[in-house]
């Protein structure tokens, strides 16, 4: 019993947080609920061989930076990969935060995230609605339009037009604003912290052009080796 106190009072700890009103610890329930899964995931893989995504650098990913103390940066970002090299046996990434907020500290990248998002959002719905069309075309011309694997072809696109729409509608909020980079917030990372809503999410498979890049990097040894 004793040596769950400590892990007790954490827990009223947190729950005091939670309660606090402060908008910073909005989701502290939801952060100390994924943390907990993260470690159990870490748990698990240790006895295993893990393979992790390789990521090439000026890649743009969705990470869980979670709540964290005083100003350091907190919450959920998208994040510039830096590292110059990756393999599928690295767990770990240095990132540079993005963030819409304009400061004298912030770096403004000219080139914006959105269109980047949709170009390849777009090449993706051609894709779906020309399969959605054809299966509406085989369902007007099937002589049982109840048969049960048309029924279930038609379910799959539908679900999958929704989780394609459930994507499409989070990057759209990014329609009007600028692009900035956190260089002051540069952080390491574990890749479990790395999120996709779905799989139509084109979240680390986009990434900024080579003179991006050079722009960040350049303020960053500016800031930190001047």
Known sequence: MEENAPL??????????????????KYMNSWCLEYSEFLLDEVRLLKENKSYTRYKKGTIIYVKLGVNVGREFSGNHFCMVLNNHDSNK?????????TSSRSKFNVHIEEDLLPLVLEKMDATGKD?????????????????PYDQKLLDENKSLNDDFKKYSKVRKRYERFKYKKTYANVLNITTISKDRISKINRYDPAGEISYTKETVDKIENSIKNRFLS
Do not use: C, R
């Not at 007790?8 to 910073?24: L, T």
């Not at 690295?90 to 993005?98: A, C, E, S």
């Not at 959605?132 to 075309?137: A, G, H, Q, S, V």
């Open 8 to 25: 007790e009072a954490a827990v009223n700890n947190f729950k005091k947080i939670q309660n606090s009103g402060i908008y910073k610890f």
């Open 128 to 144: 779906l609605a020309k399969k959605i069309m054809n299966n509406l075309e085989k369902v007007s011309k099937a002589e049982n």
């Open 90 to 98: 690295n767990p770990i990434l240095t990132v540079v935060p993005l």
